[in-house]
């Protein structure tokens, strides 16, 4: 069966600092692969997503970036946070009909 | 593209009462509308989809109904208890796309 990880669960950034946050996922091969974020009591906005290595699609302008270097692997990066980048990240993955979607355990970010 | 309206936003009923979500799409070639609850702190889960071809679905205490004319679709719950409490999003997607998000509704259930 298909598992998806994610991690770390929390983190504490300075304002500034580097980001990387990294998804895989097991049991499937040429997975679509998203990343949400999640504002406190708020909707899910997606970020980015891709439909194979190397190919993203970028929905909103903002200080990150997402990069798929294997096939089940998805980073979110930025090079400097923003008090505005603190949310709770998911990663999701679909088949080819980009229908269910199935979501990470998520990364609660506070940038302080 | 897609737009997915979601109502109310947050909606309180009694332990044992029915519950009832509404969403509409403006995408005439949307044909899949899944529902997801997301309890605090946690990832959302699919709980119900429905396919265009479909006008209604029913699992357990939980139905959606979908009326393509309208452009509007709903889910049900029924027999409600306090674990139902989470938030709920719809979505629409006409398969080329990622999905769309409703932006949620808060269940509380009250015992």
């Known amino acids: 069966s298909q598992t998806i990880h994610q991690w770390p669960a929390t983190l504490v950034q300075p304002v500034g600092s580097p980001l990387s946050l990294e998804c895989t996922v097991e049991g499937t091969s040429n997975p679509n692969l998203y990343w949400y974020r999640q504002a406190a009591g708020r909707g899910l906005q997606l970020l980015f997503y891709s439909v194979g290595i190397g190919q993203i699609s970028s929905e909103v302008p903002q200080n990150l970036s997402a990069s798929r270097p294997q096939d089940r692997q998805f980073i979110l990066s930025s090079k400097k946070l923003l008090l505005s980048d603190s949310g709770f990240y998911l990663c999701a993955w679909s088949g080819g009909g980009r229908e269910k979607l199935f979501f990470g355990s998520g990364t609660q970010l506070s940038v302080l | ?111």
Do not use: M
């Open chain 2, 1 to 111: 593209g897609e737009n997915v309206e979601q109502h109310p936003s947050t909606l309180s009923v009694q332990e044992g009462d029915s519950a009832v979500i509404k969403c509409t799409y403006s995408d005439s070639a949307s044909n899949y509308f899944p529902w997801y609850k997301q309890e605090l702190g946690k990832r959302p889960q699919l709980i119900i989809d429905i396919r265009s071809n479909v006008g209604e679905k029913k699992d357990q205490r939980i139905a959606v109904t979908l009326n393509k004319t309208a452009k509007h679709f709903s889910l049900h719950i029924t027999e409600t208890q306090p674990e139902d409490s989470a938030v709920y999003f719809c979505a629409g997607n006409s398969g080329n796309t990622p999905l769309v998000f409703g932006k949620g509704t808060r269940l509380s259930v009250i015992a």
